[in-house]
């Protein structure tokens, strides 16, 4: 007896075939869709990550505006280099150098200095990373952050466990009390934020790629009544509006990507005083905006 034997016919091979090919084309599509996905929020996440480090450094920098500077210079400030393009600001500080995190040694004095090359101040270790040393660079400053002196220490002595004598290169008159801080490096120093060519530069440091705005922003509170409206926020300010400047915010435009599958090509921003629509040249990247208020505590405001 034979058995029969019944195999698949070509139509219906052709139609399974058709079946599983749809099936791990989806599949193919649909893992290709996660892997994007995964992509764009890790870039996403390092940028977010990156740009909170940048954020905290504008802000050390304009809390440290002003900082021993004389009442002749403008400790901040900052506009669009040409008013007739809608470019990125740039924002120019002046102070005296403190490195972010804290490195500068710092004292203050503990007599009187009336016009004299030595002086005495308070000794905290026997660190030599914490007390002045000899070869620092030091300026002196009363309560309100004025600059009273700056001289060189030339010799140091423990006068007991409080106290040290420094002989400087200059005498210093100054009241007890008054903070010295020495410099890492001599003099003021001007800090530069600006974006060249699609990105933020602190001095000559780049510290962001794919940057589309910086824009600053000062509230200038003209009648003093501690309320900012939207006609107070203005991109530049003079001298005589130094002590009517109650904050200053800084906003950046920061693109991830790019995304073949992402599209914002025409779509306006407005972003304090500058309003642009995107380019097709970057239309698929997408836009992360971040933004620090701060209020420059060495302005005297």
Same mark, same amino acid.
Do not use: C
């Given at each position: ?10 139509? &219906? ?10 099936? #791990? ?26 740009? &909170?480090?940048? *954020?905290?450094?504008? =802000?050390?920098?304009?809390?440290? #505006? ?6 002749? !210079?403008?400790?901040?400030?900052? #506009? ?8 990125? +600001?740039?924002? %120019? !500080? ?24 030595? !002086?005495?101040? =308070?000794?905290?270790? +026997? ?10 660079? %030091? ?13 060189? /220490? ?20 100054? *009241? $007890? ?10 003099? =003021? ?21 794919? /940057?589309?705005?910086?824009? %600053?922003?000062?509230?200038? +509170?003209?009648?003093? +009544? ?7 926020? $203005? ?28 599209? &914002? ?12 629509? /995107? ?7 997408? $836009?992360? !905006?971040? &933004? ?6 060495? *302005?005297?405001?």
């Amino acid at each position: 007896m034979k058995l029969k034997r019944k195999g698949f016919t070509l139509i &219906e091979l052709v139609v399974g075939l058709g079946l599983v090919s749809i099936f #791990a084309l989806a599949a193919v599509s649909f893992l290709a869709s996660q892997l994007r996905v995964n992509a764009t929020q890790t870039a996403i996440s390092h940028a977010q990550t990156s740009m &909170e480090a940048t *954020m905290n450094l504008i =802000r050390w920098d304009i809390m440290m #505006a002003g900082f021993g500077s004389p009442s002749s !210079i403008t400790p901040v400030s900052g #506009a669009n280099p040409d008013p007739t393009r809608p470019d990125p +600001d740039q924002l %120019v !500080i002046e102070t005296y150098y403190s490195p972010v995190g804290g490195n500068g040694h710092w004292s203050y004095l503990v007599q009187d200095a009336n016009g004299l090359t030595n !002086i005495f101040v =308070r000794r905290w270790t +026997d660190n030599v990373f914490t007390n002045l040393a000899v070869g620092d660079t %030091v300026i002196v400053f009363n309560i309100n952050k004025i600059k009273l002196g700056e001289a060189r /220490v030339q010799g140091s002595s423990v006068v007991n466990s409080n106290t040290l004598r420094l002989t400087l290169s200059a005498p210093i008159t100054a *009241m $007890r009390g008054s903070l010295i801080f020495s410099l890492p490096q001599d003099g =003021r120093t001007e800090i530069t934020y600006q974006v060249v060519n699609g990105a933020l530069f602190r001095n000559n440091t780049m510290l962001q790629d794919n /940057v589309e705005d910086f824009q %600053v922003e000062y509230w200038i +509170d003209s009648n003093n +009544d501690g309320v900012d409206t939207p006609d107070e926020w $203005r991109p530049t300010f003079t001298q005589n509006d130094l002590s009517n400047l109650k904050l200053i915010r800084v906003t950046v435009v920061k693109l991830v990507g790019p995304d073949s599958h992402y599209d &914002e090509g025409g779509r306006n921003y407005s972003i304090a005083d500058d309003t642009y629509t /995107v380019s097709n040249f970057t239309r698929h990247f997408r $836009r992360k !905006i971040y &933004e620090v208020t701060v209020k420059p505590r060495n *302005m005297g405001v």
